[in-house]
């Protein structure tokens, strides 16, 4: 069973930047694909990037695309996501999940595993 603890959250100003990461544990690196998502309340939990595990094919939702990276380290156990040009239309919890398929997708019911959340605050 996977852990996944994420953290970088914060405030930050619009047009800035930031990097969120997530550290997995309970497997072994490569074993899960991997995305970010972020839910504001009274809305759904939105997927905004994965990486897929088998060939680190990587997916972007509308919202975030051009202004998002998300990439792992070497042993794939660190999930980055960076972001660029923020709005505070980005303000929300971000979570990253793992999912046990090969190649990613930003469905939220195919993911298994979820990470407690990290708060990102834009302020205009």
């Known amino acids: 069973q996977a852990q996944l603890a994420e953290s970088g959250g914060g405030t930050v100003q619009s047009g800035g930047s930031m990097t969120l990461s997530c550290v997995a544990s309970g497997y072994g690196g490569g074993r899960y694909s991997l995305g970010w998502f972020r839910q504001t309340p009274g809305k759904e939990r939105e997927g905004i990037a994965c990486?897929?595990?088998?060939?680190?094919?990587?997916l972007y939702g509308d919202s975030v695309k051009g202004r998002a990276t998300i990439s792992t380290n070497s042993a794939k156990i660190t999930i980055y996501l960076q972001m660029t040009t923020l709005k505070p239309e980005d303000t929300a919890m971000y979570y990253c999940?793992?999912?046990?398929?090969?190649?990613?997708?930003?469905?939220?019911?195919?993911?298994?595993?979820w990470g407690q959340g990290t708060e990102v605050i834009v302020s205009a």
């Open positions: 990486i897929s595990r088998i060939d680190q094919s990587t």
């Open positions: 999940a793992a999912s046990a398929l090969d190649y990613c997708s930003l469905r939220r019911s195919t993911y298994l595993y």
